[in-house]
């Protein structure tokens, strides 16, 4: 779709960018309002049990309150973007570092790295408040400050790093390559996404949790004597101490060939019976068996492809950047404007990617029934909806678009339970 805005004036290619954050800003809106509405249905009778009557208004004081939030944190930065948009204020940025840029080439870095912190600045009090404020009220947050703006630091650091290097390659390519820097640009993409895949438990996890082998007894015992039973090459299974940041349990799945890694929280193995760890494991290897974490990735490397070759289409183009105010064509001004640009179909993708999501939790439930039991995986995940204090009742147009995983009736419908 970008290709299209070549030729168009930059007035026209304006008021679409305002449109399309418009638009935006009012789907989201309106899914939240609905899947706000839809707490109020009761409970599905084959999910009778999960709450009492205390802990279901619990539950919906949280979702209740989370999204009342959410909504008021999406309307300011909706405005703010506006805003920016609406007064060239990205243009003036650019032009500011421009008069006092020593290089020209460093213009891009210095503009995003402003733009990062800004962000940053505005994000970190919503953040706080999220975490310190509604996390804590209903007992999920586990962190301290300490630790909060340990993680920011590395993150900041990480960023710079990987961000830096990724966005010098992409300035590099697009100066010395010309229109066919995409090419060479989705290959380095796609080996930053092997990496990321092959080392993230190894080299990135660490840094913000401590990973520790699962413990000899009773769990190890009966994980390694499944492994063993559907031929699954167990040499690696962690548990993470995510009881550090939240009471939340969870467990995933990350690496490929000989650096595969299963992973369970803490938090998981202590409010969860050997039964219920050990079948979602079993679902967690259904994901191995069914290649799921292989297609998702090479869906992934074939998504960053598209989005590449269509920013090729108007990474040239001058009247992009005058959109934003800029006063000349600018890479990082275009790049800025092809994120909105490109919003409709990314979200869009995003959606045939959360079905596809949803289908591939499906065949793992399915996997780790047939090959394990459905009832322990079926009391595991209620307990950990009830832990959670998740919606029991989304709405369809909400879970159409945003669940990456069903919600819990229909995965306990799809295992007959």
Known sequence: MPYYFCGMSEQTIFYIVLAIITFDFALE??????????????????LAGIYDHEQYAKSQAYQSEAAKFNALSASIHFILLFSAIYNGWFGMLDGWIRHVSPL?????????????????????????????????????????IR?????????YILTIIFGGLLLGVLVYLVN??????????????????????????????????????????ELKNTIHAYSKKVKFPLTNIFVMDGS?????????????????????????IAKHSTEEITAVFAHEVGHFKKKHILLNTLFSISLTGLMLFLFSRLAYTAEVSWALGGQVSALHL???AFGVLYSPISTFLGIIGNMLSRKNEYEADAYAKETYAAKPLI??????????????????????????????KERINAMGG
């Open 29 to 46: 809106r309106t899914l939240s309002f609905l899947n706000s509405k839809s707490l109020r249905r009761p409970i599905p009778k084959m």
């Open 104 to 144: 020209s080439l460093i213009t891009p870095f210095l503009f995003f790295g402003i733009l990062f912190i800004v962000s940053d600045v505005i994000g970190t009090p919503f953040s706080i408040y999220r975490n310190f404020v509604i996390e804590a009220k209903y007992g999920f947050n586990k962190m301290t």
């Open 147 to 155: 630790t909060y703006f340990l993680d920011k630091l590395k993150n």
């Open 176 to 217: 010395v390559i010309g229109k066919d820097f995409w090419l060479y640009f989705w290959g380095v993409m796609t080996v930053f996404v092997l990496f990321a895949n092959l080392f993230y438990t190894s080299l990135i996890l660490p840094l913000f949790n401590k990973l520790t082998p699962l413990e000899e007894g």
């Open 244 to 268: 550090k940041r939240s009471s939340k349990g969870n467990a995933f799945f990350s690496g490929l060939g000989k650096r595969k890694k299963v992973v369970l929280f803490d938090t998981l």
């Open 334 to 336: 275009n790049l800025l």
């Open 379 to 408: 009391e595991g995940l209620k307990k950990m909806s009830s832990d959670h204090l998740s919606n029991l009742t989304p709405h369809p147009a909400y879970v159409f678009v945003h669940y990456s995983h069903p919600p819990l």
